[in-house]
């Protein structure tokens, strides 16, 4: 729960997005890149399908799991989510999205 939601947030999200943009750049440098008709940020509804897709990437195609963890109720969530959306689809064959 964030009280304070309400309130002006404080946070620079396009430099949280050159950042975040960067270290995913870093993690995948001289990784395969692996093409696939997945969305390109899925939703995941349960720990049982989290902890498959995490061991289906692990072992199957080698592509690191970027997590957004996100509330509806969180007002910074909500305003990060069209940038966790735009670096999903510039990294679509990179590494996959979930929230």
């Known amino acids: 729960y964030f009280p304070r939601c309400s309130l002006k947030n404080k946070i620079d999200f396009e430099n949280m997005r050159q950042h ?33 897709l995490l061991k289906k990437h692990g072992e199957e195609t080698g592509l690191p799991v970027v997590v957004d963890f996100y509330s509806d109720s969180c007002g ?23 929230k």
């Open 76 to 98: 910074p969530c909500r305003m990060m989510a069209p940038v966790f959306k735009k670096v999903a689809q510039e990294m679509v064959d990179k590494a996959v999205f979930v």
């Open 20 to 52: 975040l943009y960067i270290a995913i750049l870093a993690w995948l440098f001289g990784s395969a890149s692996v093409v696939s008709a997945r969305p390109v940020v899925r939703s995941i509804r349960s720990a049982h399908e989290f902890d498959r």
